[in-house]
């Protein structure tokens, strides 16, 4: 573990803190993200705060309480960070671009996670801890930086990287708010930020209560219990019909529909009973269906051949339901939720998916 694991963290409430107690404007953290969003490395390169208040701030902490220590590119242009955190530990983030220069990044809001999905990387590291507001939003200043320097343009943000945002909704809040808010905020609009769940459900009772309006994505990958259940966890305590009553209730208080992730497996819930039970339990409007290919990591599942997941999607369409195919993408940079860190570990890795 290099030295620079054991750095103290300085996140904003640090800095923030140290400046009221030195007197300080507020002003002068709005300098220091500016300085952020366009690429500062350390505080020499905060050139808008003085040489004095620089040295001081560099003897608490370094700039960025999150670092990158490996970017790969792919041939898609998704770009995938494995991320430092103060404390040795490790995330990633993931930026995926589209036509018109338009950016999405897929953001982390844990080291690891603790709901143990059978095909998910993440799942199988086990939970870290929480991402800080700040160690959230940074992945956001890092992404954001990324795409100016491809000419394009930070449009969009996906909870949708490592860890279960549900488990963290102050911290996933805060950064929302910051990604959200006019420079040198983000200015990303609300509705393009969404927040994915494996479905907490009172996780989405309190989504139901934030002020803007992000969208919802739920994880429900199969349309009977027994089969979700052996492939999340969750379902034991929160099993289908109490999930999508809380989607409903969600629906019906914010105007706004769920999106429902279904990531096809070969043989494990492609088949078209299950492509039909799918569109019987989703069939009054609400919901928009988002076919996910599944990015192998090694383990006992396997994507749906492509033949089996046109079925599956013209069997949804022809019940009347909304429904859409998520492509993957950063394939040769393992661009799926885990798949970087776990290769890191030396654990063995397949092809990593992207969540948007
Ligand atoms: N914990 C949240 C958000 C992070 S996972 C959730 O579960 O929704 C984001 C999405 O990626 C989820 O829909 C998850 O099921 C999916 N996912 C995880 N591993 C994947 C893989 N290897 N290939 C495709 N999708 C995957
Ligand atoms: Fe956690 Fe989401 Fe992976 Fe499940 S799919 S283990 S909830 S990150």
């Known amino acids: 573990m290099s030295s620079d694991c ?21 002003y002068r953290m709005e300098q220091i993200i500016r300085a952020q969003r366009t690429g500062a490395q350390s505080w020499d390169d905060v050139t808008t705060l003085g040489k004095e208040l620089r040295a001081r701030l560099a003897e608490h902490g370094p700039l960025w309480s999150v670092t990158p220590r490996e970017r790969l590119v792919s041939v898609d242009g998704t770009v995938k960070w494995r991320l430092g955190l ?21 953001v982390s809001s844990q080291v690891g996670c603790a709901l143990g999905c059978k095909f998910c990387s993440t799942g199988t590291m086990g939970f870290g801890r929480d991402l800080t507001t700040w160690e959230i939003f ?20 996906v909870f949708m990287g490592m860890g279960e945002p549900m488990h963290n909704l102050p911290a996933v809040f805060g950064a929302i708010h910051e990604m959200h808010r006019p420079a040198p905020g983000l200015g990303i609009s609300a509705r393009q930020i969404a927040i994915s769940t494996v479905g907490w459900v009172p996780g989405i009772a309190e989504l139901q209560e ?24 969750i379902n034991q305590r929160y099993p289908i019909y109490n999930l999508l009553s809380a989607c409903r209730r969600y629906c019906d208080t914010t105007g706004r529909r769920v999106f429902i992730e279904y990531v096809l497996l070969d043989g494990v819930n492609d ?14 409007g609400r919901f928009h269906v988002n076919l996910i290919e599944y990015n192998a990591t090694g383990g006992e599942f396997q994507g749906s051949r492509p033949e089996r997941r046109e079925l599956f999607l013209a069997t ?26 776990t290769a890191a570990r030396g654990k063995a890795v397949g092809k990593v998916p992207t969540a948007s």
């Not at 992945?139 to 449009?155: F, K, P, T």
């Not at 934030?210 to 966890?233: C, G, I, N, Q, Y």
């Not at 088949?271 to 009054?284: H, T």
């Not at 949804?316 to 860190?341: M, P, T």
Request: net charge positive; glycine share 8%; hydrophobic share 40%.
């Open 6 to 26: 054991y750095r103290r963290r300085m996140d904003r409430d640090v800095i923030g803190g140290l400046l009221t107690q030195w007197g300080e404007s507020s």
């Open 86 to 106: 103060h404390d040795g530990r490790e995330i990633e983030a993931v930026l995926i671009a589209h036509a018109r220069g338009r950016r999405t990044l897929c």
């Open 138 to 157: 940074e992945q956001a200043l890092i992404a954001a930086h990324e795409a100016d320097q491809q000419g394009a343009r930070l449009s969009n943000v």
């Open 210 to 233: 934030f002020p803007l309006p992000v969208r919802l994505a739920v994880s429900l990958h199969a349309a009977d219990d027994e089969t979700r259940s052996k492939m999340m966890p």
């Open 271 to 284: 088949s078209q009973a299950d492509a039909k039970r799918l569109a019987n339990i989703l069939r009054d």
């Open 316 to 341: 949804l369409e022809r019940a009347g339901l909304e429904a859409s195919v998520r492509r993957s993408r950063g394939a040769d940079v393992a661009a799926a939720c885990g798949q970087l860190v």
